[in-house]
């Protein structure tokens, strides 16, 4: 059986760690001297830091902005059920309802997606005042109607 001497065999472009060897002993290996390479480390740590910091600002506005959104979409829902109901009463069914101040019962589905509030009817002779309030300390305010009946 023949059996090679070490001169026989090929070069082999690699070394026994695994890393890579050039043909020509001139050369650098892939990604230079390990100098380098801590440089190219230290710029990616680098990016990393400045993705990072503009990436998670980014992260927050939108969390604010989904909450000014959806104060947003209550505002308007509640806008939607006052000037219904005010369009109602001033169509005449503010006959129904004695003069002073009152709850007002809205039969509107919508007033489910509200946050916890109320509304209230103020009549004084021919002045009609609807307003829905939320009960929450940081709501998104009053929302209010008035209309006079002549």
Same mark, same amino acid.
């Given at each position: 059986?023949?059996?090679?001497?070490p001169?026989?065999?090929?070069?082999?472009?690699?070394?026994?760690?695994?890393?890579?060897?050039?043909?020509?002993?001139n050369e650098?290996?892939?990604?230079?001297?390990? @100098?380098?390479?801590?440089?190219?480390?230290?710029?990616?740590?680098? +990016?990393? %830091?400045?993705? $990072? !910091?503009?990436?998670?600002?980014?992260?927050?506005?939108?969390?604010?902005?989904?909450?000014?959104?959806?104060?947003?979409?209550?505002?308007?829902?509640?806008?939607?059920?006052?000037?219904?109901?005010?369009?109602?009463?001033?169509?005449?069914?503010?006959? @129904?309802?004695?003069?002073?101040?009152?709850?007002?019962?809205?039969? +509107?589905? %919508?007033?489910? $997606? !509200?946050?916890?509030?109320?509304?209230?009817?103020?009549?004084?002779a021919?002045?009609?005042?609807?307003?829905?309030?939320?009960?929450?300390?940081?709501?998104?305010?009053a929302?209010?109607?008035?209309?006079?009946?002549?």
């Amino acid at each position: 059986m023949n059996v090679p001497t070490p001169g026989q065999f090929p070069k082999s472009s690699w070394s026994r760690s695994g890393r890579a060897q050039s043909k020509n002993h001139n050369e650098t290996p892939c990604f230079g001297s390990p @100098n380098k390479r801590g440089y190219l480390m230290v710029d990616l740590l680098v +990016a990393l %830091a400045i993705l $990072s !910091l503009a990436i998670v600002p980014v992260g927050f506005s939108f969390a604010r902005e989904r909450q000014v959104l959806k104060m947003e979409y209550f505002r308007s829902v509640a806008n939607e059920i006052v000037d219904g109901e005010m369009e109602i009463l001033a169509a005449g069914n503010w006959k @129904n309802y004695p003069d002073g101040s009152q709850d007002y019962p809205v039969h +509107a589905r %919508a007033a489910e $997606s !509200l946050p916890p509030g109320h509304f209230q009817l103020t009549k004084t002779a021919n002045h009609l005042r609807l307003e829905w309030n939320s009960d929450a300390k940081h709501g998104i305010g009053a929302v209010v109607r008035e209309v006079i009946i002549k």
